[in-house]
């Protein structure tokens, strides 16, 4: 199953020169939940922007057209060469960025979205349009001591 996982805004800014916009601790024990042991994609850039490199106990794929090696993960010159080499019954998770997002929405099975309850100031990069997918479960979450914005889990599926 090919899942997206990514947190928007309202507008579905996504990012800022190459960071989050949000900080949000639940979502990041979420993505860690949903994404450990299993197999995540994502562009150079995004790769680029985690802290430690290569995130643990997960297969890493990085998509770039460039003939580049990166410690522990896998380097792909294409979303279709990476979903390739991966088994059907295989859950894969694509983790960004937006034009790796734009690539996947048409082949994904399922958004793992966290819907943020903000316009952001200043956003450059954007999530594309999921307008028609078919919401299956929601969980809500206020405003709290370490979350600075109301928030939601939506998992959607393609109609």
């Known amino acids: 199953m090919i899942n ?3 947190a928007v805004a309202r507008n579905r ?3 800022f020169q190459n960071k989050l916009l949000y900080w949000l601790p639940d979502d990041l024990r979420r993505f860690k939940t949903l994404t450990t042991g299993h197999t995540i994609i994502m562009g150079r850039r995004t790769f680029e922007s985690l802290p430690k490199g290569a ?3 997960r297969r890493n794929i990085v998509l770039s057209q460039s003939n580049i090696t990166i410690d522990n993960a896998e380097v ?3 979303l279709e060469v990476a979903l390739a080499t991966c088994p059907a019954s ?3 998770f694509i983790i960004g960025g937006a034009n790796v997002y734009a690539q996947s929405v048409s082949v994904a099975d399922r958004l793992c ?5 903000d316009l952001p100031k200043e956003a450059d990069a954007f999530f594309p349009d999921y307008t028609g997918w078919k919401e299956v479960w929601e969980e809500q979450h206020d405003v709290d001591e370490r979350h600075a914005y109301r928030f939601r889990f939506v998992d959607y599926i393609r109609p």
């Open 90 to 92: 295989e859950d894969v």
């Open 113 to 117: 979205l966290t819907e943020v309850d």
């Open 55 to 57: 995130l643990p106990n």
């Open 4 to 6: 997206v996982i990514a």
């Open 13 to 15: 800014a996504i990012g």
């Open 76 to 78: 792909f010159s294409s």
